[in-house]
């Protein structure tokens, strides 16, 4: 059984950094493309940014870019997404996916990806 645990997430003002982390179990970590998402209140959830299975590639939502990173420790079993200059509207719920999948192309679309962990909430106040 694959899990993925989120953490890091919490309350930040305006400006402010978080990193959030992700660790996975059940499956071989290196063989797994990861992203990130997140979903706001009444809406759907959004891609936020993938990382392939090596972590030589990377890809992210514009309204992230130059803000957020993401990034992984195969041999921790881990990724990351380091957030600066937080603003209020990237307040949301922020899952953690694993996709299953052997693909050269980063997928961004909740449909590609196998495996969610719970959730963490970030909240940034203004």
């Known amino acids: 059984q694959v899990q993925l645990v989120e953490s890091g997430g919490g309350l930040v003002q305006a400006g402010g950094s978080l990193r959030l982390s992700c660790l996975v179990s059940?499956?071989?970590?290196?063989?797994?493309?990861m992203g990130w998402f997140r979903q706001a209140p009444g809406k759907e959830r959004q891609f936020v940014a993938a990382?392939?299975?090596?972590?030589?590639?990377?890809k992210y939502t514009d309204s992230v870019k130059g803000r957020f990173t993401i990034s992984r420790d195969n041999a921790k079993n881990a990724v990351y997404l380091q957030m600066n200059s937080l603003k209020p509207e990237d307040t949301a719920v922020y899952y953690c996916?694993?996709?299953?999948?052997?693909?050269?192309?980063?997928?961004?679309?909740?449909?590609?990806?196998?495996?969610w962990g719970q959730g963490t909430q970030v909240t940034v106040s203004s």
């Open positions: 059940g499956r071989t970590f290196s063989s797994t493309a």
């Open positions: 996916a694993g996709r299953a999948a052997v693909s050269i192309v980063l997928a961004t679309t909740t449909r590609d990806y196998d495996y």
């Open positions: 990382i392939s299975r090596g972590g030589a590639t990377t």
